[in-house]
């Protein structure tokens, strides 16, 4: 009932940056809350990488505090990553997710996954 459509991953250099977006959309009417990414690397766990309250309060994996930013534009429905200084140990599959209320049904929904790449 939502769609989750992330962009702007890609292979990059050990210090460079990258900028994801996820965008959401619905034939339905929907209100969004908490807005996340998460990543996962080959052989591990999902993990949150941050996420973003409706107000804008933020929350970071230690490993990616002050190099990472998260943002959100609420009148396009559109969450960000900002993501500076890369490292190789930063590869994943990048993962947008949000909490969505849908004709007055709560749940959280997620992206596709885009990938990052980061050679050293």
């Known amino acids: 009932q939502v769609q989750l459509v992330e962009s702007g991953g890609g292979l990059v250099q050990f210090g460079e940056s990258l900028r994801l977006s996820c965008a959401a959309s619905?034939?339905?009417?929907?209100?969004?809350?908490?807005m996340a990414w998460y990543r996962q690397a080959p052989g591990k766990q999902r993990e949150l990488v941050a996420d973003i309250t409706r107000g804008g309060s933020t929350k970071y994996a230690d490993s990616v505090k002050g190099r990472f930013t998260i943002s959100r534009d609420n009148a396009k429905n559109t969450v960000y990553l900002q993501m500076n200084s890369l490292k190789p140990e930063d590869t994943a599959v990048y993962y947008c997710s949000g909490e969505f209320t849908v004709s007055f049904n709560r749940r959280t929904y997620w992206g596709q996954g885009t990938q990052v790449t980061v050679s050293s």
């Open positions: 619905s034939r339905r009417t929907f209100s969004i809350y908490t």
